[in-house]
């Protein structure tokens, strides 16, 4: 069935009028009268809906069913990546959309290069939650995860000390893996870092807030390839 | 430690040189005559080396320690990925060395939309295998994995049963994890689609030659997300 994530939050009533891109994308695929499509709100509910007229424009849309999207992880996985370099958030965005993740984060910290400022994160922020949207929408999500930021490394931390479970990944440490401090939490925090990596200071400071600083193994991952990689851990190891 | 994986894959006697790029690396880092570096061969040994000699294009070591290398798996990871569009191969190739990969393949299926011949994989090759050593490098690995294609669909399956254990990924699997099959084998091989995914009779066929075909969870990953994410679903879910 074709899935649409709707840009409109609230569905309200019996009835959905699809528009812009998605009643385009209805045409293309020739959608037509009488057709099954599902609508979903990108906050874990899907509307099983008949296609009741389409125009290039518009396509009007009957309701017949509301259920929980059945595609959504058990976990709620939170990222949180230090500002990366170039495109590289974007990359992430996507990889771990498609894996899974519920919240996106970035943060300063000590080694980053990446120069981010209020001015031009309006404009970042908006590019972000569109690739999240897309990357949900193509993985057949029921959620689109929020990317948002924070202003300091300090705050990131305080923030993922919600968690049940933070997973703070550090190529220093030796020893402690992901496999160690597994657990049957339902909400878990993954930090990693930018190209630089984490001074020893933040590692402190992250350990002392609860975090379980943990190692990735022996092979130095870029910081694009680290958040994927740990929530794969996580979401398909973990099956 | 400054890690140099040399081109010359043979390191006789107790000299070597560096040329090429590697020797210009040594310049812009201003290494000097007595710093230590590690040459290692890409198959697994490190050779640790004092600097005799420096000059813009050549770069004199002498070996004073040989040792196997310690940052990679105790399991060779073959990955087997059909054929997929534009340069996702690219990324595929640096994300799973990255991960640990020891070999790398790639495969026609039935549809697959790339188109590949004998006249552009020759180049394409040629750039992969680049790629890897580059990403070999970065990821401080011992091992440059080897790139390599098939020919059809039924060559590469055949080569991965002489793998302990193949994981064939398939999005219409619904039960069978990756955590159900996982056992202590040391050779692992994981096949993974292309954009179109695999056809029913390619399942079966990968069934009947001793495959297990397994889920990755309810969200669809892309084709360059998917071998990855299994990889790091062992190399760090397995830590």
Redesign the interface.
């Given at each position: 069935l074709t899935r649409f994530i709707v840009e409109t939050p609230e569905i309200n009533g019996d009835t959905f009028v699809l528009v812009g891109e998605d009643a385009k994308h209805c045409n293309v695929l020739r959608l037509n009268v009488g057709d099954k499509v599902v609508i979903c709100d990108g906050n874990g509910m899907d509307y099983q809906c008949i296609i009741e007229n389409v125009s290039k424009s518009l396509v009007h849309l009957q309701i017949v069913n509301k259920v929980v999207c059945?595609?959504?992880?058990f976990v709620n996985y939170s990222i949180y990546c230090a500002f990366p370099k170039g495109d590289k958030a974007e990359h992430i965005i996507q990889?771990v959309t498609?894996?899974?993740a519920g919240s996106i984060y970035f943060f300063p910290s000590k080694y980053c290069v990446a120069k981010y400022n209020a001015d031009n994160l309006t404009k970042k922020r908006e590019r972000w939650q569109k690739i999240a949207r897309e990357a949900a929408q193509?993985?057949?999500?029921g959620v689109v995860p929020t990317v948002d930021t924070f202003e300091s490394f300090a705050e990131a931390i305080k923030h993922c000390a919600g968690s049940e479970l933070s997973v703070f990944c550090y190529e220093n440490e030796s020893s402690t893996?992901?496999?160690d401090v597994r657990n049957n939490a339902k909400t878990v925090s993954i930090i990693t870092g930018s190209e630089g990596g984490f001074s020893e200071e933040e590692v402190e400071y992250a350990r002392s807030s609860g975090c379980k600083i943990v190692?990735?193994?022996?092979?130095?991952?870029?910081c694009e390839?680290a958040p994927?990689?740990?929530l794969?851990?996580?979401?398909?190891?973990?099956?």
């Amino acid at each position: 069935l074709t899935r649409f994530i709707v840009e409109t939050p609230e569905i309200n009533g019996d009835t959905f009028v699809l528009v812009g891109e998605d009643a385009k994308h209805c045409n293309v695929l020739r959608l037509n009268v009488g057709d099954k499509v599902v609508i979903c709100d990108g906050n874990g509910m899907d509307y099983q809906c008949i296609i009741e007229n389409v125009s290039k424009s518009l396509v009007h849309l009957q309701i017949v069913n509301k259920v929980v999207c059945e595609n959504e992880p058990f976990v709620n996985y939170s990222i949180y990546c230090a500002f990366p370099k170039g495109d590289k958030a974007e990359h992430i965005i996507q990889k771990v959309t498609e894996l899974g993740a519920g919240s996106i984060y970035f943060f300063p910290s000590k080694y980053c290069v990446a120069k981010y400022n209020a001015d031009n994160l309006t404009k970042k922020r908006e590019r972000w939650q569109k690739i999240a949207r897309e990357a949900a929408q193509q993985s057949q999500r029921g959620v689109v995860p929020t990317v948002d930021t924070f202003e300091s490394f300090a705050e990131a931390i305080k923030h993922c000390a919600g968690s049940e479970l933070s997973v703070f990944c550090y190529e220093n440490e030796s020893s402690t893996t992901i496999n160690d401090v597994r657990n049957n939490a339902k909400t878990v925090s993954i930090i990693t870092g930018s190209e630089g990596g984490f001074s020893e200071e933040e590692v402190e400071y992250a350990r002392s807030s609860g975090c379980k600083i943990v190692t990735l193994g022996k092979r130095i991952l870029r910081c694009e390839t680290a958040p994927p990689a740990v929530l794969a851990a996580f979401t398909i190891g973990g099956l």
